[in-house]
């Protein structure tokens, strides 16, 4: 069965500071990959995606993932992180085929003024 | 659009009592699911429905039930409701197999 792994639970940065939320999951032939955040007290909203082809993928506030099949990883950063970042982030794969989609434990992005 | 619709927002439960979370969704989506979370354990997938008239069980399904009402409703069900089910209880739909999921903003139940 699919698992990921969320290494980090917690990660305080200091604001403007460069930060990577590190992801692995369990080898599979083909996978999607997924990142999510949730802010406090809210439900849970996409922020981006690996589907299928350029390895590194972005989203529309400055974060990015990349694709590592040998390393079986999809690891989040942000070359400067703002105080609006602070939420917990979560990773999610699903094998193609299979209709489940599993989240890792999440990560608590504290940003330090 | 209102997207995805959880109600309650909030239940207390006594042990033993029994309840229905409900969802809709307004989007089309074919797929819908029921996570719970919990402190340092993510997002654990309870059951999911790949479609209209179907429905499957996922990571930690006992103690629960579900009914796909049809293709906007996913209900969940604790029949006999106990502490262990203490939680925030996401549902969430998504287009096709694979594709992202859209969340609700949750339930927090209780059951002392």
């Known amino acids: 069965a699919q698992s990921v792994t969320q290494l980090d639970s917690q990660v305080p940065v200091f604001e403007e500071a460069p930060v990577e939320l590190r992801c692995n999951y369990s080898s599979s032939v083909s996978v999607y990959l997924f990142w999510y955040v949730q802010y406090p007290n809210q439900g849970l909203q996409l922020l981006l995606k690996?589907?299928?082809?350029?390895?590194l993928v972005e989203s529309i506030n400055g974060f990015e993932a990349e694709f590592n099949k040998s390393q079986t990883s999809f690891h989040l950063r942000k070359p400067s992180v703002h105080i609006s970042d602070t939420a917990e982030y979560f990773c999610?794969?699903?094998?193609?085929?299979?209709?489940?989609?599993?989240f890792g434990k999440g990560t608590r992005l504290h940003i330090l003024p | 659009n209102a997207g995805v619709t959880q109600t309650p927002k909030f239940q207390v439960l006594k042990t033993g009592q029994s309840m229905t979370l409900q969802c809709a969704q307004d989007m089309n989506h074919n797929s819908m699911y029921w996570y719970r979370q919990d402190p340092g354990m993510g997002l654990r997938l309870i059951y999911y429905s790949a479609s209209e008239g179907t429905t499957d069980k996922g990571e930690v399904p006992n103690g629960y039930n579900v009914s796909r009402l049809n293709k906007r409703e996913f209900s969940l069900r604790l029949e006999s409701a106990a502490p262990s089910q203490t939680s925030v209880y996401f549902c969430?739909?998504?287009?096709?197999?694979?594709?992202?999921?859209?969340f609700g903003n949750g339930t927090r139940l209780t059951v002392t």
């Open positions: 690996y589907l299928s082809g350029s390895t």
């Open positions: 969430a739909s998504s287009v096709k197999l694979n594709s992202p999921l859209h």
């Open positions: 999610a794969v699903s094998d193609q085929g299979d209709d489940k989609i599993i």
